[in-house]
């Protein structure tokens, strides 16, 4: 079975925080994808990485950034929170055909 | 325009009911066709996956995709409680490095 781990279900920061959302799976997938996912807007692509220490922009990366320095684990950075990033973030892992498997999701409050 | 249309619901059926959930994209390029079933805070999981045209049958799901008229279906049969969940259709053109683009979602409450 097809593991993607976040390391956490429940966050809330406040407005100027450093933020970082981890993500690991154990699948020896190529291709990450952080995703955000809000009422009547779906989920929405971030960034996504098809290498170690490689990452592309999404549809909506302005606010945030990334990092993979190992295969398994694949970082997102909120470098100063502010509200409007308050939303629940999913991480997703793909195989070479692209089929996407989601971890559990991280609901963030940033007050 | 969005690139890919989902009525966002809710739908309301009977258990045992056939349910059918749908999208619309507007992307003749799409390829690849899924589905992801969503439980209340939980992360999406893949129910269909299905290239190009045509059906696809897993139990009491059947995934179906009609590329003339763009439109992709998702049908259940003999619906029960536990079906209860946020459907997502998503879809991707050719080639493995291409992002998918997903519906917003139809929420399905199955009642007893």
């Known amino acids: 079975d097809v593991k993607v781990t976040q390391s956490s279900r429940y966050l809330v920061k406040r407005t100027g925080e450093k933020v970082f959302l981890e993500c690991v799976q154990d699948?020896?997938?190529?291709?990450m994808f952080w995703y955000r996912q809000d009422p009547g807007l779906g989920l929405r692509l971030i960034y996504f990485s098809y290498d170690v220490k490689m990452k592309e922009k999404g549809d909506i990366p302005e606010g945030y950034s990334v990092s993979r320095e190992k295969k398994e684990r694949f970082s997102l950075i909120l470098e100063s929170a502010s509200t409007n990033q308050t939303s629940m973030y999913l991480c997703?892992?793909?195989?070479?055909?692209?089929?996407?498997?989601f971890g559990a999701g991280t609901r963030l409050s940033v007050l | 325009q969005k690139e890919v249309e989902q009525d966002p619901g809710p739908l309301s059926v009977p258990e045992g009911a056939i349910v059918s959930l749908n999208c619309t994209y507007s992307?003749?390029?799409?390829?690849?066709f899924m589905w992801y079933r969503q439980y209340s805070r939980k992360g999406p999981e893949l129910l269909m996956y299905?290239?190009?045209?045509g059906n696809k049958e897993d139990g009491r799901f059947t995934a179906q995709v009609d590329k003339s008229s763009k439109y992709i279906s998702l049908f259940i049969r003999d619906s029960q409680p536990s079906d209860s969940a946020t459907y997502l259709c998503a879809m991707r053109l050719t080639g493995t490095a291409s992002k998918l683009t997903f519906g917003t979602g139809t929420r399905l409450q199955v009642t007893l």
């Open positions: 997703a892992s793909s195989t070479v055909a692209n089929i996407q498997y």
């Open positions: 699948m020896d997938h190529e291709n």
């Open positions: 299905t290239y190009s045209s």
């Open positions: 992307n003749s390029a799409f390829q690849y």
